[in-house]
T-cell receptor, first 114, second 112 residues
Framework: EAQVTQNPRYLITVTGKKLTVTCSQN?????MSWYRQDPGLGLRQIYY???????DKGDVPEGYKVSRKEKRNFPLILESPSPNQTSLYFC?????????????FGAGSRLTVL | GESVGLHLPTLSVQEGDNSIINCAYS??????FIWYKQESGKGPQFIID?????DKRQGQRVTVLLNKTVKHLSLQIAATQPGDSAVYFC???????????FGTGTRLLVSP
């Protein structure tokens, strides 16, 4: 089944403890992106990647890092999480610039930073 | 920066009625507008998109209307069903589709 898989789905952590949310897609998509969803604010883009080793900032990149060493994986790294990063995170992918403009989203990762 | 989506927070309709969900945007540079549906506990799901050089596009039971003069986008759902209950987001994308700006969403409640 074509899908975007995120792990963990739920995580409670403490301020300053580094964590990584993994994202993997099995559709050979070039483009991948991370969003956070907060009440009243909708989804906001954190980082995106046009292809392997090509990443760029979205609208709210502060406090996050990403890497794209392989086409299928796009992990989101929080080096020193803070309570304001408590949110619901979504990873998404699509074919690429010339492909259909259809983003496939993962099921989400709910992160709580205490 | 760009903003998209001055949604009403909740829209309640009866099963079988037509639903209209509205969205306003501020950035005329968006090249695509997309509607997503998000069911509880799931990620957003693509419904339909429209290019900025179009004013109407139809899908299965859904129609998107774009009025560039007043920077307004709407999603019409015909014969709304209980399975349509979800949060609906509009989003604007640049030409290369690298950046997507989402609205805050409208919750559609369908009662039998």
């Amino acid at each position: 089944e074509a899908q975007v898989t995120q792990n963990p789905r739920y995580l409670i952590t403490v301020t300053g403890k580094k964590l990584t949310v993994t994202c993997s897609q099995n559709m050979n998509h070039e483009y991948m992106s991370w969003y956070r969803q907060d009440p009243g604010l909708g989804l906001r883009q954190i980082y995106y990647s046009m292809n392997v080793e090509v990443t760029d900032k979205g609208d709210v990149p502060e406090g996050y890092k990403v890497s794209r060493k392989e086409k299928r994986n796009f992990p989101l790294i929080l080096e020193s999480p803070s309570p304001n990063q408590t949110s619901l995170y979504f990873c998404a992918s699509r074919v690429g610039p010339s492909g259909a403009n259809v983003l496939t989203f993962g099921a989400g990762s709910r992160l709580t930073v205490l | 920066g760009e903003s998209v989506g001055l949604h009403l927070p909740t829209l309640s309709v009866q099963e079988g009625d037509n639903s209209i969900i509205n969205c306003a945007y501020s950035n005329s540079a968006s090249d695509y507008f997309i509607w997503y549906k998000q069911e509880s506990g799931k990620g957003p799901q693509f419904i339909i998109d429209i290019r900025s050089n179009m004013d109407k596009r139809q899908g299965q039971r859904v129609t998107v209307l774009l009025n560039k003069t007043v920077k307004h986008l709407s999603l019409q759902i015909a014969a709304t069903q209980p399975g349509d209950s979800a949060v609906y987001f509009c989003a604007g994308a640049n030409t290369g589709f690298q950046k997507l700006v989402f609205g805050t969403g409208t919750r559609l409640l369908v009662s039998p």
